[in-house]
Nanobody
Framework: VQLQASGGGLAQQGGSLTLSCAASGINFSINTMRWYRQAPGQERELVGTISSAGIATYADSAKGRFTISRNNGRRRLYLQMNSLKPDDTAVYYC?????????WGKGTLVTVSS
């Protein structure tokens, strides 16, 4: 199983970024997918989840600003981030589980300047 996040970079406060996660080695269309993030010196936290049916739920910090989507045909997960804040600065990871195992991709760094 491989999960590879991309799309991170530097954004200004109030700006937008879209992250992508390419998945392989799993039956992507039936897997619940998640985005997590880890800010410097802090624990990893859940940003949001999207079910196989495409229903997304979000952490309070992401509600109204972030949108999770998926393209099952392309085996890709997305995180559209709007109205970015310096507090959104973190390494962002995609995550799933399959057959009792949890899989993490290599993260992508998002830095938001004030």
């Amino acid at each position: 199983v491989q999960l590879q996040a991309s799309g991170g970079g530097l954004a200004q406060q109030g700006g937008s970024l879209t992250l992508s996660c390419a998945a392989s080695g799993i039956n992507f269309s039936i897997n619940t997918m998640r985005w997590y993030r880890q800010a410097p010196g802090q624990e990893r936290e859940l940003v949001g989840t999207i079910s196989s049916a495409g229903i997304a739920t979000y952490a309070d910090s992401a509600k109204g600003r972030f949108t999770i989507s998926r393209n099952n045909g392309r085996r890709r997960l997305y995180l559209q981030m709007n109205s970015l804040k310096p507090d959104d600065t973190a390494v962002y990871y995609c995550n799933t589980d399959s057959r009792g195992r949890v899989f993490w991709g290599k993260g992508t760094l998002v830095t938001v300047s004030s």
